[in-house]
């Protein structure tokens, strides 16, 4: 029978078309069984909300609010939350089912999801944003807990976000629950290492990819990063502390470019006084798209999805590009980039995946109540990250496809191999 599928204009986003073509494209490739793919397709629950709260002036407005649970077949769901304008159901569906590759290739005992709020954060005073994340939270607590639902930081969250989402809950509950979020402030609950766990992760797999290519990582090594928000800044942070060289970074404003080198400390003083990055007086202002096409090494992706389009993919002048963001490669971008065998790519779902593992210890460190050190974190987020670039390097190599595929593939095989086990209900 021919399947119609949940075709809805809710779903129609870029980010969704892109996450699904590619689940297609792998689904083919592994010669994926028909039942399992068209349940991957589609997100097992959605979940939308009105979330109606007081602004400072004494308004109430109403704005849309998501949280969207892709595949639990591995465990309890898993997944961060997003405030952002461009958030929708289609772009938290694709996010969801992302996450779900992303634990699986991991190893973790996770199943993924997304949640999010179409706002803007950076025009909402400290209440407002509290008064809608903790209504946010009162709408989605029947699908959220320590053994169902995990929710975590994304784009303009953070753990303060972190710690009125597990306030609510508790406050609901009668007691203190901290283990139904991670990223949380480390006086409630949350785990030495985790700000830093997802920029470090992608440094950890720029450290894997050198090895493998032979490149030394000197102060010759320059680098570019996309990005200087929470994934950015410690990425850039760690490559400096590993001694390469920071030749250029931008945000949302723009960016700033020095061939000689940018004091990453220095950058984040400037940028914390609400500075934009192109009035940085150490460096000459660029765009997004001349940092994008700067001549460098390493380039890292920490800002938003589907910046390098087919047009932008030619124009890059990099050797190793790691995918600290959630899909910031197009499908065309991708076409393009499978093609340039000058740049070796780490996907997103293997780059930036340092966020949930160390996201998976918080949760593991919360339910025994046993706190581990950020050395023993560190080196755990190490060893990890490396074994699952190994396992994705060999699955390139044998079955001849990109790291990008080959990351795909890893994860889908484990969520099939879990859900054929499980079996069907009823
Ligand atoms: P953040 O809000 O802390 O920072 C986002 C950064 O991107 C900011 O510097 C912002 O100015 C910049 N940005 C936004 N729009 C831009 C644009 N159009 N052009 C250039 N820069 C732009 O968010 P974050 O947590 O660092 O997340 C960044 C990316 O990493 C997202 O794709 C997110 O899904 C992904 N990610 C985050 C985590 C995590 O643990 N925070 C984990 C895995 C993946």
């Known amino acids: 029978m021919r399947q119609p599928g949940l075709i809805s204009a809710e779903w129609d986003s870029p980010l969704f078309h892109q996450t699904q073509t590619q689940l297609d494209r792998a689904a083919k490739l592994i010669s994926l069984d028909e039942n399992i793919f068209q349940r991957l397709r589609y997100p097992q629950r959605v979940l939308m909300t009105s979330v109606p709260f007081r602004m400072d002036d004494q308004r109430v407005v109403v704005l849309p609010g998501y949280r969207v649970q892709h595949n639990n077949a591995l465990g309890p769901f898993k997944g961060g939350i997003r405030y952002h304008p461009g958030v929708s159901l289609g772009e938290v569906s694709g996010l969801a089912m992302m996450m779900t590759w992303k634990c699986a290739l991991m190893g973790l005992p996770l199943g993924g999801a997304k949640g999010g709020i179409r706002c803007d954060p950076s025009q909402m005073s400290r209440n407002e944003l509290q008064r809608m994340t903790r209504r946010y939270t009162s709408e989605i607590i029947n699908f959220i ?154 380039l890292i992706l920490a800002a938003i999805d589907g910046v390098v389009t087919a047009p932008i993919a030619r124009q890059l002048k990099c050797r190793i590009m790691a995918e600290g963001a959630n899909g910031p490669t197009t499908v065309e971008g991708d076409a393009v980039l499978e093609k340039r065998d000058d740049i070796f790519v780490i996907p997103d779902i293997l780059a930036n995946a340092g966020g949930v593992t160390v996201s998976y210890f918080e949760w593991v460190q919360g339910l025994q109540n046993l706190f581990w050190s950020a050395k023993e974190i560190n080196q755990k987020l190490q060893q990890l990250m490396a074994d699952a670039f190994a396992r994705v390097d060999e699955t390139s190599r044998k079955r001849k496809v990109s790291m990008r595929q080959a990351a795909l593939i890893t994860g889908i095989e484990r969520v099939t191999q879990a859900m054929l086990n499980r079996g069907f209900f009823p």
């Open 145 to 298: 807990g320590p053994d169902k639902d995990i929710p975590a930081p994304d784009m303009g969250t953070n753990e303060q976000v972190m710690a009125w989402l597990m306030d609510t809950f508790s406050q609901n509950h009668g007691y203190a629950i901290p283990s139904v979020v991670t990223g949380k402030p480390i006086v409630i609950g949350g785990s030495l290492g985790r700000v830093e766990a997802t920029g470090r992760g992608v440094v950890y797999t720029v450290m894997e990819a050198a090895k493998k290519l032979k490149m030394k990582l000197t102060s010759k090594t320059r680098v570019a990063v996309q990005g200087f928000g929470n994934v950015g800044s410690h990425a850039a942070g760690k490559m400096a502390r590993i001694g390469c060289r920071i030749v250029a970074v931008s945000n949302h404003s723009g960016g700033t470019f020095n061939e000689k080198g940018l004091s990453v400390d220095d950058l984040t003083a400037h940028h914390q006084a609400k500075k934009p990055l192109s009035e940085y007086k150490k460096g000459e202002a660029i765009t997004n798209e001349e940092l994008l096409a700067t001549e460098c090494d390493i």
